[in-house]
């Protein structure tokens, strides 16, 4: 469980790149820093050099140049990329920049003035360009093929998928509009396409994600389904791989995403990370929440319905401006009687240019830290009697990682990096990341489980 969203929290990811550079071949570095969104930014940029026919390298000796993928979204945020920016020119002194922080150019060269070039999320061309200008190509077609399924940063038996760019709505906390823009949905065509691609490069898990998951094709003037997210989640759960929701608004056609989830093996998972943010109307009225009217936990109850295992995942803010005791109290209530799987939460704070910045009431920061402690107790009592109501059940698990001690795995109940772990401690020498198997849930604690191969 998380203190913070995960697309909230600026994790360093190093390109896993284990490949010799050919002698003279030229060799880009990149650190990418922020959500999962950038990071499949960040793998398309890498994936474009490579076919170009640079090397990637895993450290800053190496490279002739490094990128570095920002992340805007929280000043503490913008604190770690300028603080990665700066790493980066100290130690190999030719740096590009991109990602959400390039949206704001001035305050990049205003720290960092040495900087190569500032281009702004999506703009791969001109990331591509900069890369050309400070190290120019030198294509060999003959050893510059690309892996399959490109250069992936993420272990090779998940991917992110990610289905649109922006967002139409206008959450008060929030500045990812004005940096991102307005929805734009990718077709659905290259999403399959892509996702195909994936599962043929030996991909087993597919986590789709974007701003607002529920709302995709929305922008679509002549489409011709209301709601194309249940087109979409229906083909690619006949793919072949696991597909895991991130990011699902609880607008009411989610109702009829639930009957597609699949009970084994491929296909849609019983799971649906949707990102409530807070309970109380009120609350959410001043966050400027899209489906704030709606009811929640009639939406759950009804989810639950045609699903009962299915596995809730969401984020909340404690400490919203305004926030009484009263409309916190409602959301550890809501918490009760939602019975989410899983949580994260964070405190809120002053982003520069967010709206939420100018509203009244402040709250103070200890009693924000006191809400937050509060909150997570309550979670940490859901989660380890949903957990130990598990002991003794048998359920499929994928592992991720295996060392000498034994392996990481993860339920369906689970996604990877934001959520808990299984682990194995014996009878796991045969193991290896991307395998599918049943264990019997042997122990829980409040956050993972342990088991054996049965
Ligand atoms: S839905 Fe709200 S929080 Fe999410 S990206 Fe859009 S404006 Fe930001």
Not at 45 to 66: F, K, M, N, Q, W
Request: aromatic share 6%; hydrophobic share 40%.
């Amino acid at each position: 469980m998380s203190a913070n969203p995960p697309d909230l929290r600026p994790d360093l990811a190093r390109a896993r790149v284990t490949e010799e550079a050919r002698p003279g071949q030229p060799r880009i570095g990149m650190v990418s820093l922020g959500c999962p969104k950038a990071l499949v930014d960040s793998e398309r940029i890498l994936t474009r050099l490579r076919a170009e026919g640079y090397a990637i390298s895993p450290d800053y000796a190496g490279a002739e140049a490094v990128i570095v993928n920002t992340c805007g979204f929280l000043d503490s945020a913008k604190a770690e990329s300028l603080e990665a920016i700066g790493e980066a020119l100290e130690a190999n002194g030719k740096v590009i920049v991109t990602g959400c922080l390039g949206a704001e150019p001035d305050y990049i060269t205003g720290a960092h003035p040495k900087v190569l070039a500032v281009t702004g999320p999506h703009q791969y061309e001109q990331v591509l360009d900069a890369v050309h200008s400070a190290v120019p190509p030198d294509p060999d077609p003959f050893v510059d093929l690309l892996p399959p399924q490109g250069v992936k940063l993420t272990p090779r038996h998940y991917s992110y998928l990610k289905i649109s760019e922006g967002c139409n709505h206008a959450c008060k906390f929030c500045i990812i509009p004005d940096m991102r823009g307005k929805l734009q949905s990718r077709p659905a065509r290259a999403i399959l396409r892509e996702a195909e691609k994936l599962v043929e490069a030996g991909v087993k898990e597919i986590l789709v994600i974007s701003q607002d998951t529920s709302a995709y094709g929305t922008d679509w003037k002549d489409r011709e389904q209301k709601f194309p997210i249940l087109d979409l989640s229906r083909d690619l759960s006949t793919i072949g791989a696991r597909i895991r929701l991130h990011y699902v608004y609880p607008y009411p056609h989610v109702r009829d995403l639930v009957p597609l989830m699949a009970e084994a093996g491929p296909g849609l998972l019983p799971y649906l990370d949707v990102p409530f943010q807070h309970a109380h109307p009120d609350t959410l009225r001043r966050m400027a929440r899209p489906a704030a009217a709606s009811r929640t936990l009639e939406e759950i109850a009804a989810w639950r319905a045609a699903f009962p295992s299915l596995a809730l995942r969401s984020t909340f803010i404690v400490g919203y401006p305004g926030e009484t005791e009263a409309e916190f109290q409602t959301l550890l209530d809501w918490l009760d009687e939602a019975q989410l799987d899983r949580v994260g939460c964070f405190q809120y704070e002053n982003v520069a240019g967010a709206r939420s910045n100018a509203l009244p009431d402040h709250v103070p920061d200890e009693v924000k830290e006191e809400r937050f402690h509060r909150f997570m107790e309550k979670a940490q009592a859901i989660s380890a009697a949903k957990l130990a109501a598990k002991v003794g059940q048998r359920i499929e698990v994928i592992v991720d990682a295996v060392d000498t001690e034994g392996a990481t795995c993860r339920t369906r109940a689970d996604a990877p990096e934001i959520d808990g772990n299984l682990f194995i401690d014996e009878a796991f020498e045969t193991l290896a990341p991307g395998d599918i198997l049943t264990v019997e849930v042997e122990e829980a604690s409040e956050y993972d489980l342990w088991g054996r191969p049965v």
